[in-house]
């Protein structure tokens, strides 16, 4: 089979700071078409699916100003550098949530929007967690709650759940061997 690959003229940045670059490129087509295409790169993101021995998941309810609507996440945000992936990952959990994870390991990677954007979104499994004497974040969300994975997925039918980290982590959990 034979590959054409899109030719890239050149890019100008538009805006950019550490989380977010934000450029056009001039695109050409196999076929000759030429247009111009805007792209947004950030930096890598780490969620964690935090499950317990009930097959319950640990989601924070938060409001989104960008679509103004209150829906259920799992905890996670940007890798700091040079960090450690699975290490930001629990960070974050902590950070947001109060529970510390007991384990960590890398359940899926994607990417949310490739014709456009390029984040890289690293989604990790802890088994089991412990409550810490830090309080959660008061930015970070109005109520932390575990959740079973069953009830999980009416919320995602009812649009209780919509960021896809969330929607991809819970359907992974459940492809998973024996769930």
């Not at 590959?3 to 934000?22: F, K, M, P, S, Y």
């Not at 089991?128 to 974040?137: E, K, Q, R, S, V």
């Not at 009812?158 to 929607?167: D, K, L, M, P, S």
Request: overall charge negative.
């Amino acid at each position: 089979m034979s590959r054409t690959q899109w030719t890239i003229h050149g890019e100008n940045v538009v805006d950019e700071n550490r989380h977010i670059r934000l450029s056009t490129v001039d695109i050409e087509l196999p076929d000759g078409v030429k247009f111009t295409q805007y792209v947004i790169r950030m930096p890598r993101c780490a969620m964690t699916l935090v499950l317990n021995d009930s097959r319950e998941i640990l989601l924070m309810y938060r409001h989104r100003f960008i679509i103004d609507r209150w829906v259920w996440e799992l905890p996670g945000g940007y890798v700091d550098g040079v960090e450690d992936v699975a290490a930001a990952a629990a960070r974050e959990v902590e950070e947001e949530t109060g529970w510390r994870p007991k384990s960590m390991e890398h359940l899926v990677t994607y990417q949310p929007s490739i014709g456009s954007l390029d984040q890289p979104q690293e989604i990790f499994l802890a088994r089991g967690a412990d409550l810490t004497d830090t309080p959660p974040d008061v930015n970070e969300a109005e109520d932390i709650r575990w959740i079973s994975l069953a009830d999980a997925l009416v919320m995602i039918d009812r649009g209780e759940i919509i960021g896809a980290a969330t929607v991809v982590a819970v359907y992974r959990a459940l492809s998973l061997e024996g769930w």
